[in-house]
T-cell receptor, first 114, second 108 residues
Framework: DAGVIQSPRHEVTEMGQEVTLRCKPISGHNSLFWYRQTMMRGLELLIYFNNNVPIDDSGMPEDRFSAKMPNASFSTLKIQPSEPRDSAVYFC????????????FGPGTRLLVL | RKEVEQDPGPFNVPEGATVAFNCTYSNSASQSFFWYRQDCRKEPKLLMSVYSSGNEDGRFTAQLNRASQYISLLIRDSKLSDSATYLCVVRSGYALNFGKGTSLLVTP
C-alpha cells in the first residue's frame, strides 16, 4: 500500500521565486495536514483540510503561503514569493478520521531558499 | 510558552541501558497522547499511543499522568536501532501538537 507521497523531495530556489509543493494522501483518508519543521520551532501545523475543505489555516505564516486541495487525492502548498526564512522541511500527513488521531506522514520536501 | 515541552537531550546511552524521556503539556483539555519517532532526515512515525493506565509495547512503556500533565516513555534494553528523535505529541481537537523532540543516541 502506498503511503503519503510528496514531491519534489528536494527543492533549491532563489529568493522571490514561486515554489509549489505537492502531496497525494493515502487513499480513503479524509483529513490532510501540512506541517513545517525547523530546528528552531520544531513541527508546526500550517493548515488542515477535512474532506477537501480547509478547516484551519491559522498556522499559515502569511499571505505568501497558500494551500489548495482540489480533490481527495491531491493537495498543493504554494509559496510566492519565497524567502530564505521559508527554508525548512515541509511535511504532508493524512489521517483516516476527522480528528487526526493517527497521522501518516509523507517523506517531506526539503526546501532551501537562497 | 510552547504547548508541549521536552528535554531536547541528547541522551547518549550504551546498548542495553534503560532510558526514560519525559514531557509536559499545557492544555488540560487535551484528549489523546502519543509518542512518535523520527529518524534522521526522515518523517515522523507513530511509535505508540499513551493511555492513563499505562501501556507497554515490547521494550517500550508509556505512562500518562493527567493530573500533572506529564507523559513519559521508558525504553528498556536499548538497541543501536533505537537511535532517533522521540517526539511527544498531544491532541487537542483535530490538531496534533508536537514537542521539539528528545534525541537519543545508543552507542555500542
Amino acid at each position: 500500500d502506498a503511503g503519503v507521497i510528496q514531491s519534489p523531495r528536494h527543492e533549491v530556489t532563489e529568493m522571490g521565486q514561486e515554489v509549489t509543493l505537492r502531496c497525494k494522501p493515502i487513499s480513503g483518508h479524509n483529513s490532510l495536514f501540512w506541517y513545517r519543521q525547523t530546528m528552531m520551532r520544531g513541527l508546526e501545523l500550517l493548515i488542515y483540510f477535512n474532506n477537501n475543505v480547509p478547516i484551519d489555516d491559522s498556522g499559515m505564516p502569511e499571505d505568501r503561503f497558500s494551500a489548495k486541495m482540489p480533490n481527495a487525492s491531491f493537495s498543493t502548498l504554494k509559496i510566492q514569493p519565497s524567502e530564505p526564512r521559508d527554508s525548512a522541511v515541509y511535511f504532508c500527513a493524512s489521517s483516516p478520521g476527522t480528528w487526526g488521531e493517527t497521522q501518516y506522514f509523507g517523506p517531506g520536501t526539503r526546501l532551501l531558499v537562497l | 510558552r510552547k504547548e508541549v515541552e521536552q528535554d531536547p537531550g541528547p541522551f547518549n546511552v550504551p546498548e542495553g541501558a534503560t532510558v526514560a524521556f519525559n514531557c509536559t503539556y499545557s492544555n488540560s483539555a487535551s484528549q489523546s497522547f502519543f509518542w512518535y519517532r523520527q529518524d534522521c532526515r526522515k518523517e515522523p512515525k507513530l511509535l505508540m499511543s499513551v493511555y492513563s493506565s499505562g501501556n507497554e509495547d515490547g521494550r517500550f512503556t508509556a505512562q500518562l499522568n493527567r493530573a500533572s500533565q506529564y507523559i513519559s516513555l521508558l525504553i528498556r534494553d536499548s538497541k543501536l536501532s533505537d537511535s532517533a528523535t522521540y517526539l511527544c505529541v498531544v491532541r487537542s481537537g483535530y490538531a496534533l501538537n508536537f514537542g521539539k523532540g528528545t534525541s537519543l543516541l545508543v552507542t555500542p
